[in-house]
């Protein structure tokens, strides 16, 4: 991490339980803190650095699930950002992995706490705790984004006699909050598809948001990074680590690949289109390293960085998250007979592994015919005959804590890996996609050009058009980017997530798999979010 405000800390803007748009029984962030590291939204915004320190706590809530980290209710001033939720939990990113990939063939996890295993399977029910979690978090960060806008305000701004060069610069900061609120509501959008619309302009205190239909979230997205293309900084003009126009393009890209899912209707040239932007005119380029530098400890400096759009970033010195983001990754995909010192870690949690069905996507399991293939087979076998057995299916090994050249991290309790949320080659990828799907504004020939780019890097062979299918695109994307939080998304866009069009082990909560309900291609509303907004109506089969 190289940002000028990584070493800001993260302590000072912690929510006394839930946030308004959860409970409506606070007033916002407009409450009293326990003690002077607490946030007290008109006194603290009187400090002109704190400005920046609020985006950096929208960031940083990306990957810490509380202050000082993970959080601790048990340690004075270390409280987590979620009452009754551990910071470790309820971090952004660690709950972006449980839902994205335990539920699909790429991931399944051996611990059973709570009602995590329902998530291997396909059964979960409204009384899950990691859909509380990930339900609770999103909104926890749209109501930050949401206090900071406030704050804001040219009126705002002038009573506390801001200069002109911190009007700018806040100016940019507004923009950037306000694609991280979009982010949220698009994931909300995507998971549990009717949720409520909170924004700057509602009152603060007591009231019960208003539900709005998965239409009126889509269309609240859309509107919001269409206006973003006016106000955030140009392509690669903004540090690392901060979002640019780039990457509202690239998000929007993503909401019209999956229109036909949230809205009923296609919108594969207007993907296509953004697509052709990113990839001609951004800036951005396809990285010419190899694979795993993407994915190493360096990876905001190794040549990596060239294709990354958004970094969800990490620092093993500056964020002291034990649990959250890529601590949780790295130490639970570790057991067996791996070498924790190996993958540049201190130990593992013996977790998580992937099943035979997503092993078979690639020509084999050593990464000689793939490179992109990583898996730690031994000791280790093919087939999950009991889940809560870490030896039973292959392990991964696609990052590591680790430089590309070998040497080590700053550290090797919490890594230094910055997760690509958003990355160029996706952008390909989604080119590809939305040109089969009928995008006028794509080409074939182009599009196998893309796919063939990023083939050859991984060792590969290249393909021929009539082999570039849909098929074919569902498969490489899991080659390409497993593991970096994209495959419910795409396995419900495919209509390969539930039903018995495509089966894994236990799928459906026996070994050889079984077929889902197709109700289950939106999570339940959580039963703790309707007891505290009444007004919330349940997904239907839930």
């Given at each position: 991490m190289k940002i000028s405000f990584k070493y800001i800390s993260y302590f000072f803007l912690f929510v006394l339980g839930l946030s308004m748009t959860l409970t409506s029984c606070t007033d916002d962030l407009n409450v009293t803190p326990k003690d002077d590291d607490e946030f007290l939204s008109e006194t603290f915004f009187k400090d002109p650095a704190s400005y920046k320190q609020v985006l950096a706590k929208l960031y940083a809530g990306l990957y810490v699930g509380g202050n000082d980290g993970d959080g601790d209710a048990a340690i004075p001033g270390k409280n987590p950002d979620i009452a009754g939720l551990g910071g470790d939990f309820s971090s952004y990113l660690r709950l972006l992995f449980v839902t994205q990939e335990f539920t699909t063939?790429?991931?399944?996890?051996?611990?059973?706490?709570?009602?995590?295993?329902?998530l291997n399977a396909q059964t979960w029910s409204p009384a899950n705790e990691f859909l509380e979690g990930t339900f609770s978090r999103a909104f926890y960060h749209i109501s930050v984004a949401n206090e900071f806008l406030r704050q804001t305000t040219e009126e705002k701004l002038a009573s506390r006699n801001v200069?002109?060069?911190?009007?700018?610069?806040?100016?940019?900061?507004?923009?950037?909050?306000?694609?991280?609120?979009?982010?949220?509501?698009?994931?909300?959008?995507?998971?549990?598809g009717?949720?409520?619309?909170?924004?700057?302009?509602?009152?603060?205190?007591?009231?019960?948001?208003?539900?709005?239909?998965?239409?009126?979230?889509?269309?609240?997205?859309?509107?919001?990074?269409?206006?973003?293309?006016?106000?955030?900084?140009?392509?690669?003009?903004?540090?690392y680590g901060r979002v640019d126009k780039t990457a509202a393009k690239f998000l929007l890209a993503q909401v019209y690949l999956n229109a036909k899912v949230?809205?009923?209707?296609?919108?594969?040239?207007?993907?296509?289109?953004?697509?052709?932007?990113?990839?001609?005119?951004?800036?951005?380029?396809?990285?010419?390293?190899?694979?795993?530098?993407?994915?190493?400890?360096?990876?905001?400096?190794?040549?990596?960085?060239?294709?990354?759009?958004?970094?969800?970033?990490?620092?093993?010195?500056?964020?002291?998250?034990?649990g959250g983001g890529m601590s949780f990754i790295m130490h639970a995909s570790i057991g067996g007979s791996m070498d924790a010192a190996s993958r540049g870690m201190d130990g593992g949690w013996q977790g998580i592994r992937t099943r035979r069905e997503f092993v078979a996507l690639f020509p084999d399991a050593t990464a000689t015919g793939d490179k992109r293939g990583t898996f730690y087979t031994n000791g280790q076998s093919l087939d999950i005959n009991n889940v809560s057995t870490f030896t039973d299916g292959y392990a991964v090994t696609k990052y590591i804590n680790k430089n590309a050249d070998g040497s080590a991290a700053q550290r090797n309790d919490i890594p230094d890996i910055d997760f690509p949320m958003f990355r160029l080659t996706d952008a390909y990828l989604?080119?590809?996609?939305?040109?089969?799907?009928?995008?006028?504004?794509?080409n074939l020939n182009t599009a196998l050009g893309y796919v063939n780019q990023i083939r050859g890097r991984a060792g590969a062979p290249a393909i021929t058009l009539p082999q570039l299918t849909l098929d074919f695109i569902l498969d490489e994307r899991g080659r390409e980017l497993f593991w970096e939080c994209h495959r419910?998304?795409?396995?419900?866009?495919?209509?390969?997530?539930?039903?018995?069009?495509?089966?894994?082990?236990?799928?459906?909560?026996?070994?050889a798999g079984a077929a889902t309900a197709s109700f289950r291609d939106l999570m339940p509303i959580p039963a703790r979010n309707i007891q505290a907004n009444p007004t919330l109506k349940q997904n239907p089969g839930y």
């Open positions: 063939d790429e991931a399944i996890i051996a611990w059973a706490d709570g009602t995590l295993p329902t200069d002109a060069k911190l009007k700018a610069d806040i100016a940019n900061f507004r923009a950037e909050a306000r694609f991280l609120r979009a982010f949220s509501y698009y994931n909300l959008m995507d998971l549990f009717n949720v409520p619309i909170t924004t700057e302009k509602d009152p603060v205190g007591f009231f019960y948001p208003e539900q709005k239909t998965r239409a009126e979230v889509f269309a609240f997205v859309e509107s919001e990074l269409k206006d973003l293309d006016n106000s955030l900084v140009a392509a690669k003009q903004n540090e949230y809205i009923g209707v296609d919108k594969n040239n207007e993907a296509a289109t953004l697509c052709n932007e990113i990839i001609t005119s951004s800036g951005y380029t396809f990285a010419n390293v190899p694979y795993r530098y993407l994915f190493s400890a360096d990876n905001n400096r190794n040549g990596a960085q060239s294709e990354v759009i958004f970094p969800i970033v990490s620092d093993g010195n500056a964020i002291r998250a034990t989604m080119y590809a996609e939305a040109t089969l799907r009928g995008a006028t504004s794509g419910r998304t795409d396995l419900i866009r495919f209509g390969k997530f539930s039903g018995g069009s495509k089966i894994w082990q236990w799928k459906g909560g026996i070994m």
